[in-house]
């Protein structure tokens, strides 16, 4: 009876350790999950604001002026997507473009910005600036 009673208890620990492992194994999946969909998301935002620049620039080539508002037919612009984004200055010699997006439905906004000849840069990260974001569209927030 004492060797049946082991083994019982063997059987009901390994399938303990079982659960645990597969519960442990889910939660890093998730984490992992919901790191990959802000990779991507950011990527997106990359690219959209890659694209107005490129579109900014060839503008500003034939016209002297950069554009107030996107006339082009780049796929990667005009795609519904998650991320807003908007021409917040264009003029002769500057031009500036936004695109937001609250990542994790907190009140922190991940906002990407553009300007004319450089790369887009992340201006507020959602994930390691936790303050609450005002209108990314205010032209004096974030030009520094």
Known sequence: MPDENKKTSLAKLKRG????AIALLLVLLFFWVNH???RYHRAQAQRLLTAL???AETYHEENGVYP????GDNPDVLKPGLWEWDVLAADEETFIARAWMNLDRDEALDIWQVRANKEPEIINDDITLR???PDPRDLGWGLD
Request: aromatic residues 18%; proline residues 6%.
């Open 68 to 71: 107030e508002h996107y006339i």
């Open 17 to 20: 350790a079982l659960y645990t």
């Open 53 to 55: 620049n490129e579109y």
């Open 131 to 133: 303050d609450p974001s």
């Open 36 to 38: 990959q969909v802000k």
